[in-house]
């Protein structure tokens, strides 16, 4: 079955360094790709997503680009805030799969970002 | 707009209790859902539906009823609480022809003792 599979964390940084956050898949077909973060005490926010192979993903200064030779969706930011500071989920969307609309996330990676 | 609403936003259980978890969106999204998040685990799919009056099974369903009457609405129901299913649980709308993109919920903290 499909999987996502995220790097581990808690990731700390200081304010302005660079934050990389790793995420591979494994999925059959062409799957779209999603960052979700999640700030303290809430809801998945979409942050930035890409629907096919090379498209780059990009939001709030995030990006992302979807790599099928390598098959990974790596976040960037050239330079974090405190405000970044929230649990990240990398997850996709296979329209073969076994439940429509299903997201596959991977276990999320807690960022901390420290002034 | 409110989006997608969630409550209660906390809730405890005895075991074998049974409680409605509620949840509603006002964007006239076809397709909703709920997930469960555990620690390490990112969310699980435990049920779904594509309109009024279709729902499906997820790839945790075991405990957990649904049902669909409006569009607007998608109550989770448990009908004999276990300390398995304490979690935080989200609930999850999307428009069948977008890109895919699901609106969350503020999410339910639901302990089982």
């Known amino acids: 079955g499909d999987s996502v599979t995220q790097m581990e964390g808690p990731v700390t940084l200081s304010e302005e360094a660079f934050l990389t956050i790793n995420c591979t898949y494994t999925?059959?077909?062409?799957?779209?790709l999603f960052w979700y973060v999640q700030y303290p005490g809430e809801g998945l926010q979409l942050l930035l997503k890409a629907t096919k192979a090379d498209d780059k993903g990009s939001n709030k200064g995030f990006e992302a680009t979807y790599r099928k030779e390598t098959t990974s969706f790596h976040l960037e930011k050239g330079s974090v805030q405190v405000s970044d500071s929230a649990v990240y989920f990398c997850?996709?969307?296979?329209?073969?799969?076994?439940?429509?609309?299903?997201?596959?996330f991977g276990q999320g990676t807690i960022l901390t970002v420290h002034p | 707009n409110a989006g997608v609403t969630q409550t209660p936003k906390f809730q405890v259980l005895k075991t074998g209790q049974s409680m409605t978890l509620q949840c509603a969106q006002d964007m006239n999204h076809e397709y909703m859902s709920w997930y469960r998040q555990d620690p390490g685990m990112g969310l699980r799919l435990i049920h779904y539906?594509?309109?009024?009056?279709?729902?499906d099974q997820g790839e945790v369903p075991n405990g957990y009823n649904v049902s669909r009457s409006t569009t607007e609405d998608f109550p989770l129901r448990l009908l004999s609480a276990a300390p398995s299913q304490t979690s935080v649980y989200f609930c999850?709308?999307?428009?069948?022809?977008?890109?895919?993109?699901?609106?969350f919920g503020p999410g339910t903290r639901l302990t089982v003792t």
């Open positions: 999850a709308s999307m428009r069948l022809s977008s890109s895919y993109e699901q609106y």
């Open positions: 999925a059959t077909g062409y799957p779209s």
């Open positions: 997850a996709l969307f296979n329209a073969g799969g076994t439940s429509y609309g299903k997201l596959t």
């Open positions: 539906s594509v309109g009024a009056g279709i729902t």
